[in-house]
T-cell receptor, first 117, second 114 residues
Framework: GAGVSQSPRYKVAKRGQDVALRCDPI?????LFWYQQALGQGPEFLTY????????KSGLPSDRFFAERPEGSVSTLKIQRTQQEDSAVYLC???????????????FGPGTRLTVL | GDSVTQMEGPVTLSEEAFLTINCTYT??????LFWYVQYPGEGLQLLLK?????DKGSNKGFEATYRKETTSFHLEKGSVQVSDSAVYFC?????????????FGKGITLSVRP
């Protein structure tokens, strides 16, 4: 079946531009996570959704970062007034729930590589 | 806070060599432990996991045992192949309600030469 998809795969932005990154989770997955992976580093948690509710946004580095999941499926990560330090790969992951139980395995998308010039 | 420490890389091995990649962790609660792998040009894939002390996760010839007493989850494989060349990440998650956000180590690049 289809996995997690992300678009665009690559994005180049000029400093100060706004960008929007899209994540399509696996169909039916309740939970969705965003991570930021800087070059040569491990992914770092940004935010977590359960259905349409954003339950944890403790990892968002500044108020320029905003995420939404209005219908509980597709999610968008928006970065306003991009800075060079925002250059990274942005990963989306989704997780299933069965019979009220959350499984802790997350399935990752291929990521969006953002380069801010 | 939670953290994961991986041994420094990169690691280069000859085919059929034995592999050990060290991973230690600190956690505020009782974590589940994971190894993720990222093959060139691909996304992160779960390699194996363990959810409680003394559990052994295994997959594709790789193994790791959850050692609570040493807070470690070292990855091993008896005989590596060229196709194992990838970046390996150790990670943990502590369930807080339904939130199972992952905390990753820095990753280590493994290159296996024929």
């Amino acid at each position: 079946g289809a996995g997690v998809s992300q678009s665009p795969r690559y994005k180049v932005a000029k400093r100060g531009q706004d960008v929007a990154l899209r994540c399509d989770p696996i169909s039916g997955h309740v939970s969705l996570f965003w991570y930021q992976q800087a070059l040569g580093q491990g992914p770092e948690f940004l935010t977590y959704f359960q259905n349409e509710a954003q339950l944890d946004k403790s990892g968002l580095p500044s108020d320029r970062f905003f995420a939404e999941r209005p219908e509980g499926s597709v999610s968008t990560l928006k970065i306003q007034r991009t800075q060079q330090e925002d250059s990274a790969v942005y990963l989306c992951a989704s997780r299933t729930e069965r019979e009220g139980r959350y499984y802790n395995e997350q399935f990752f998308g291929p990521g969006t590589r953002l380069t801010v010039l | 806070g939670d953290s994961v420490t991986q041994m420094e890389g990169p690691v280069t091995l000859s085919e059929e060599a034995f592999l050990t990649i060290n991973c230690t962790y600190t956690a505020t609660g009782y974590p589940s432990l994971f190894w993720y792998v990222q093959y060139p040009g691909e996304g992160l894939q779960l390699l194996l996991k363990a959810t409680k002390a003394d559990d052994k996760g295994s997959n594709k010839g790789f193994e790791a045992t959850y050692r609570k007493e040493t807070t470690s989850f070292h990855l091993e494989k008896g005989s590596v192949q060229v196709s194992d060349s990838a970046v390996y990440f150790c990670a943990l998650s502590v369930m807080t309600g339904a939130n199972s956000k992952l905390t990753f180590g820095k990753g280590i690049t493994l290159s296996v030469r024929p």
